[in-house]
């Protein structure tokens, strides 16, 4: 599963960074917050009752995760991820026109951007 890996610090695949994006940006209207849950604790030993741990969908972690590493990504590269995976309805020919480039180049700067996001990802320090 993509989460293990970003979290343990592994190589991220170009085709698992796709998959973040085509459920975060392109299903970003479906909040999906079903499925395995983790609860956060937070005690410290000089309280004198344990508080309520709540828990926290464990797609919602991602989310965090995916949009602290987008937003490391370069402008231009969210530009890129938002024109392809944010909008279904726009076909590469019409954001080609838009951007005034080639078809190639729409598929080659989507290609790279997702690259550029699979690395970032994998250079993040999750835990701090």
Same mark, same amino acid.
């Given at each position: 599963?993509?989460? #293990?890996?970003? $979290?343990? =610090? *592994?190589?991220? @695949?170009?085709?698992? +960074? #796709?998959?973040?994006?085509?459920?975060?940006? %392109?299903?970003? +209207?479906?909040?999906?917050?079903? =499925? /395995? @849950?983790?609860?956060?604790?937070?005690?410290?030993? *000089?309280? /004198?009752?344990?508080?309520? %741990?709540?828990?926290?969908?464990?797609?919602?972690? *991602?989310?965090?995760?995916?949009?602290?590493?987008?937003?490391?990504?370069?402008?231009?590269?969210?530009?890129?991820?938002?024109?392809?995976? =944010?909008?279904?309805?726009?076909?590469?020919?019409?954001?080609? !026109?838009?951007?005034?480039?080639? /078809? +190639? %180049? $729409?598929? &080659? &700067?989507?290609?790279?951007? $997702?690259?550029?996001? +699979? #690395?970032?990802? @994998? !250079?993040?320090?999750?835990? =701090?």
């Amino acid at each position: 599963m993509v989460q #293990e890996a970003v $979290v343990l =610090g *592994e190589q991220v @695949t170009y085709a698992e +960074a #796709e998959r973040l994006c085509i459920k975060h940006i %392109t299903n970003r +209207a479906r909040p999906d917050l079903h =499925g /395995r @849950t983790v609860q956060l604790i937070r005690w410290q030993p *000089e309280q /004198r009752f344990k508080p309520a %741990t709540p828990s926290v969908s464990r797609r919602l972690f *991602e989310r965090i995760e995916f949009d602290r590493a987008f937003r490391m990504l370069d402008k231009h590269h969210q530009k890129v991820l938002l024109g392809w995976y =944010g909008r279904v309805d726009i076909k590469p020919e019409e954001l080609a !026109k838009s951007w005034g480039v080639d /078809r +190639a %180049t $729409v598929y &080659r &700067r989507k290609h790279r951007a $997702v690259q550029m996001f +699979a #690395e970032v990802l @994998t !250079k993040c320090d999750w835990q =701090g």
